[in-house]
């Protein structure tokens, strides 16, 4: 049988990607801080412990592991990133974390590892025209992210393509983009926009008003999670190590997102603009090179993914009678 590492298996794309794997006959070790929030996992074996640990990562790459995945990392929405007060936890936790696991990854002789990386370290020079954004992978440098977290994912993307050239590790990179659906995190300041924006139509009666944090012109794509998973896969499996994009071309407005979901959810709200963190002005995955490399880009529509989306947030918000 072969044998898959999650590691961050507690969080909403290790979760779902614990079941793909166990789907396609994987015996599956998960390890995080934290059980799944919303499901029971799948994992075979699931172990809780801190990965900034060296002993800890040591004792759970224990063994050989056909296949290595790398998605634990201190972040959140852009209520987490953005703000600045988080800066030193971010930079801080992800990149130990990184460290020690690729360093052991190396030592047990686990060469095939993959890293989820962000769109998040793209020039923020390259983002200010929220109807032309470019994001190809060969824009990444001159470097300047707009946040630490987006520094440290391009830090630690540099490291594992480091051991992949001085140690013979078979690395795989992906830069993922707003990746959102079912089982993530819906409240509490780290959840992203899709998700933010659904809890917020989900508790407004019709006619009533949700704040969007700056005019709502800001422009995104957004991938929905089985998609990220089919990239994931694909990538990990190919003989292209990245780093690649793995992300939605249909770019929207936030405010075309909010009015998106209010047509799901058969309701009409009002938009009031208020001050907060924005990131960046414009933001789109640019498809040619994974199109290219595995014969594969993402294709479902933005509004086929919101529909489940909604409707599994609103089932959450009237089990929990969230107000």
Not at 111 to 123: D, E, G, L, T, W
Not at 136 to 159: C, V
Not at 251 to 260: D, H, K, P
């Amino acid at each position: 049988m072969r044998k898959a590492l999650v590691l961050g298996a507690g969080g909403f794309i290790g979760s779902h990607l614990v079941k793909r794997l166990k789907s396609e006959g994987f015996w599956v070790r998960g390890v995080d801080l934290k059980y799944p929030e919303f499901s029971e996992t799948h994992a075979d074996d699931f172990v809780i412990g801190d990965l900034r640990d060296q002993y800890l990562t040591k004792s759970v790459i224990d063994t050989k592991f056909d296949e290595i995945y790398q998605l634990a990392a201190d972040m959140g929405g852009a209520g987490y990133v953005f703000t600045g007060q988080f800066d030193a936890d971010i930079m801080h936790n992800s990149a130990q974390i990184n460290l020690n696991v690729l360093d052991y990854a190396y030592k047990r002789n686990n060469k095939r590892i993959f890293y989820s990386s962000s769109a998040c370290i793209y020039p923020a020079y390259n983002q200010t025209d929220p109807n032309n954004p470019k994001c190809s992978e060969d824009s990444a440098y001159p470097a300047e992210p707009d946040s630490e977290y987006g520094w440290e994912k391009l830090f630690s993307e540099r490291l594992y393509l480091s051991y992949m050239r001085n140690y013979g590790m078979e690395v795989r990179i992906a830069r993922f983009h707003n990746i959102f659906g079912p089982e993530g995190t819906w409240f509490g300041g780290k959840e992203k926009a899709p998700a933010a924006l659904c809890r917020k139509v989900a508790t407004t009666e019709n006619g009533g008003e949700i704040e969007i944090w700056g005019d709502g012109m800001q422009t995104r794509s957004f991938l929905y999670i089985d998609e990220c998973l089919e990239g994931s896969t694909r990538l990990m499996r190919s003989n292209n190590f990245g780093p690649v994009n793995i992300g939605s071309e249909e770019m929207v407005t936030i405010n075309q997102l909010a009015e998106m979901i209010m047509k799901i959810a058969d309701k009409n709200v009002s938009l009031k603009h208020i001050p907060g963190p924005l990131g960046v002005r414009g933001r789109n995955s640019d498809n040619h090179l994974i199109e290219k490399m595995l014969n594969w880009k993402p294709s479902q529509p933005l509004e086929d993914g919101l529909k489940v989306t909604y409707n599994w947030i609103l089932d959450e918000v009237k089990r929990i009678n969230f107000k």
